[in-house]
């Protein structure tokens, strides 16, 4: 590693382990990890006494390659992301996803003072967020940080992610051709469930890894 990158992690290391404090003050388990290797690791501890485990259909997760592991240990996979399926399939897994024992799920954007902010277009992620699974496990990549408020969290997501997001799955929203938020009202708008976890929810063990590393949008 070179001094720049060298810097580079280490100023990033600071702000995540600044989200880790405050998501520790506001009652989640909250973790650093160095690498995504560390964020993978801590995923199959902890999935030892999961019988069935859900995706939120997430590019950070899928990122960290752990299904096709936890597949592996005989786990029963909820992932409804696969095309094949029919779409009462796929919303089949979903629901089956909001009990599951461990449900595993990105972050759009993490303020520095511990608050986990995501936008959906059906919900079902968000939803078995906080409550519903017996575990959620959210990993945020550093590129999720976000030194300011929720609603300045907001505006990142809307602003760089939502837009290249719908890029990718080719939906037919303004902000899929200019890169940039018109709060649209486009049949095919994703975003329509904005929510702030900015405590743990009481009976839903939630934790939270922050990984000195960029994954996902
Ligand atoms: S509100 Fe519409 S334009 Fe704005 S980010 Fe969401 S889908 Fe894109």
């Known amino acids: 590693m070179g001094l720049t990158e060298e810097l580079v992690t280490w100023s990033h290391e600071q702000k995540c382990r600044k989200a880790v404090e405050s998501l520790g003050k506001h009652g989640f388990i909250a973790v650093y990890c160095q690498t995504p290797q560390e964020a993978f690791d801590y995923i199959v501890s902890e999935a030892v006494d999961a019988g069935s485990i859900g ?22 996979i909820l992932n409804h992301g696969n095309h094949a399926l029919s779409l009462e399939e796929r919303l089949g897994i979903m629901r089956r996803q909001l009990t599951c024992d461990l449900f595993l799920a990105g972050c759009n954007a993490l303020t520095l003072s511990g608050e986990l902010i995501n936008i959906d277009a059906t919900g079902n992620r968000v939803a078995s967020m906080f409550f519903g699974p017996r575990k959620v496990i959210v990993v945020a990549g550093r590129n999720k940080l976000v030194d300011g408020s929720a609603q300045d969290a907001i505006k990142r997501v809307r602003n760089w992610a939502t837009p290249p997001n719908a890029k ?17 009202n486009s049949p095919e708008r994703l975003c329509r469930v904005t929510t702030i976890i900015d405590r743990k929810p009481r009976f839903t063990d939630v934790r939270v ?9």
């Open 209 to 217: 890894l922050v990984v000195n590393a960029d994954l996902g949008l």
């Open 168 to 184: 990718r799955l080719n939906f037919k929203t303004p902000c899929a051709t200019t890169g940039f938020c018109s709060d649209c």
């Open 55 to 76: 995706f939120g259909g997430s590019m950070t997760i899928s990122g960290l390659k752990v299904e096709a592991q936890l597949r592996e240990q005989g786990k029963e």
